[in-house]
Every structure is written in structure tokens, then in C-alpha cells.
């Protein structure tokens, strides 16, 4: 069974997304996080496609663990 599992994470480390990045990767998050802020903050898509709606929800908990992070302390 490991020779499966090991296997299986070789690909998916080899498969990407339309911005040509391994998805969850921190290059991934780091990618579609710059891209949000930008269309949140008024500037024109120069990139053709859609944002994943993984990449949001990535972003949007990523936020809400920082923000617990600081309320913790």
C-alpha cells in the first residue's frame, strides 16, 4: 500500500492549475492571494481565466487562522 501512496503524491505534486502552480502549494496561495488583492483593490484582471473557488476558500481561512492567532495572544 505505501508504494501507492507514494505514487499518488508524485503526481500530485506534478499536476497544476491554470496559473501554472501546484494547488495549496505556498507559491500557489502566495500567486492567487496578489491576484484577489488586486481585483479587490480596483485594478484591472490582466490575467485571462477564473480565480478557483479553492483559492478563495484557502485565502478566506488562511485570514480567519491569523485572526485567531492574534486574538490568542
Known amino acids: 500500500m505505501s508504494s501507492i501512496l507514494r505514487r499518488l503524491r508524485r503526481l500530485e ?3 497544476t492549475d491554470d496559473s501554472g502552480l501546484r494547488p495549496h502549494s505556498e507559491a ?3 500567486y ?3 491576484r484577489i488583492e488586486r481585483l479587490l483593490g ?3 484582471q490582466r ?3 477564473r480565480i478557483p473557488l479553492e483559492a478563495i ?3 478566506v481561512a488562511a485570514s ?3 485572526a485567531n492567532q492574534g486574538a490568542g495572544r
Open 13 to 15: 505534486t506534478r499536476l
Open 47 to 49: 490575467e485571462p481565466g
Open 57 to 59: 476558500d484557502a485565502i
Open 32 to 34: 492567487w492571494g496578489h
Open 64 to 66: 480567519a487562522a491569523e
Open 42 to 44: 480596483g485594478e484591472a
Open 28 to 30: 500557489w496561495l502566495d
